[in-house]
């Protein structure tokens, strides 16, 4: 089992930034890809971001890519999506999930944490 808290989100106007973070725990993340997604009203759930915890790979959905940053800390067992230059369509519940690197089903999410961009 993992564990996830997400936390970070807000209310914040356009063009302006947020960083969320995602702690983890339970268990060791090697072989592990931590991702992001976000759910707005009425949509279905959609990939933002993904990073692979062993190693420097990283994946951004067309949408944030150039904006949204995904980074790790290791020794923290976090990973943390940083937002800038925010629009209104950006406005979601944003997630963090975590799958095994060889499997491309995410197993375990978290709660969530609410990002709404104001224009």
């Known amino acids: 089992q993992v564990q996830l808290v997400e936390s970070g989100g807000g209310l914040v106007q356009t063009g302006g930034s947020l960083r969320l973070s995602c702690a983890a725990s339970?268990?060791?993340?090697?072989?592990?890809?931590m991702g992001w997604f976000r759910q707005a009203p009425g949509k279905e759930r959609e990939f933002v971001a993904a990073i692979s915890w062993s190693g420097p790979s990283t994946y951004y959905s067309s949408s944030v890519k150039g904006r949204f940053t995904i980074s790790r800390d290791n020794a923290k067992n976090t990973v943390y999506l940083q937002m800038d230059s925010l629009k209104p369509e950006d406005t979601a519940i944003y997630y963090c999930a975590v799958r095994r690197a060889s499997l491309k089903q995410y197993d375990f999410w978290g709660q969530g944490t609410q990002v709404t961009v104001s224009s």
């Open positions: 339970g268990r060791t993340l090697n072989n592990y890809v």
